[in-house]
């Protein structure tokens, strides 16, 4: 599993949760919602540590990361997050 994130997403994490160097930051599992791979469940996005990575990706001195035990959600695929230039939030999909 990867993460992928475009560079407006990195923006968009500086500014809207003021991510700074040396911070890390969680995708993770929550119950409802909508979502493309499970259905009642959608990704939520917060600042964290981590303690069992599954998958990660490191960005101007950031961590972005997903635990071992939501790995289950992704059922295989690759996180990719970019910014809805509509709603000015973030948007996920997934690849195999």
């Not at 791979?37 to 964290?48: A, E, N, R």
């Not at 990706?57 to 950031?62: A, G, L, N």
């Not at 289950?72 to 509509?86: I, K, P």
């Amino acid at each position: 599993m990867q993460i992928n994130i475009s560079n407006d997403a990195l923006d968009w994490f500086k500014k809207e949760m003021e991510v700074t160097s040396g911070e890390a930051v969680r995708f993770f599992v929550r119950y409802g919602g909508s979502s493309k791979l499970q259905p009642g469940f959608s990704l939520g996005v917060t600042k964290d540590q981590p303690y069992e990575i599954e998958a990660k990706v490191e960005e101007d001195h950031v961590t972005y990361f997903i635990e071992k035990s939501d790995a289950w959600y992704f059922d295989g695929h690759n996180l990719d997050v970019s910014v809805n230039d509509d709603l000015h939030e973030l948007d996920y999909s997934y690849t195999k």
